[in-house]
């Protein structure tokens, strides 16, 4: 079987990245190693996805996202007021903490971030954090594979945690 020589649709890549916002460090693989995903497959954001078709093992790039090909815009109207006792008493609320909040009606948990503690309310920025920030990656491609067909039918790497933020 062929292995992979450069990344493209359906290879399994691990990669080395440190995300830079504003010249500070946000994120980096420094100390848990590298991530592993299936590309082409919507893993990571999309502008990083593009920018790394044709890169060889051992290649370093560096690579600026913009919002709309990163963590989106940054959404004024994506706030939701909750009730403050929802959360459980002994929770120590801080603003910038992250919460998950359950939606009855899609039946699914969205995350966020406390951005406001009023008297009896807690307002929820559903925002991610990194909304809205141009996305400064420096990348290095540090092996390949080629996917399995489960992971291809998955649409997903496997053998790795993934970072579902990247
Ligand atoms: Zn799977």
Redesign the pocket.
């Known amino acids: 079987m062929n292995e992979p020589q450069t990344v493209e649709h359906g290879v399994v890549v691990s990669l080395e990245y440190t995300l830079q916002v504003d010249d500070e460090v946000v994120e980096t693989t420094e100390e848990d190693g590298p991530i592993e995903f299936l590309q082409g497959y919507e893993e990571i954001i999309p502008g990083l996805e593009r920018a790394i078709y044709g890169m060889r093992v051992g290649q370093e790039k560096e690579v600026t996202v913009e919002p709309s090909e990163g963590y989106g815009e940054y959404d004024g109207e994506a706030f939701e007021e909750v009730p403050l006792d929802i959360f459980p008493d002994d929770m120590d609320l801080e603003l910038g903490m992250p919460v998950e909040l359950y939606d009855e009606d899609t039946d699914e948990t969205v995350e966020g971030y406390i951005a406001e503690i009023r008297t009896d309310t807690v307002v929820v920025d559903l925002n991610h954090p990194l909304a809205g920030e141009t996305l400064r990656f420096r990348v290095k491609v540090v092996g390949m594979r080629s996917a399995t067909d489960?992971?291809l039918a998955?649409?997903?790497a496997?053998g790795h945690d993934m970072d579902e933020d990247l």
Request: aromatic share 0%; glycine share 16%; hydrophobic share 0%.
């Open positions: 489960e992971e998955h649409g997903h496997h």
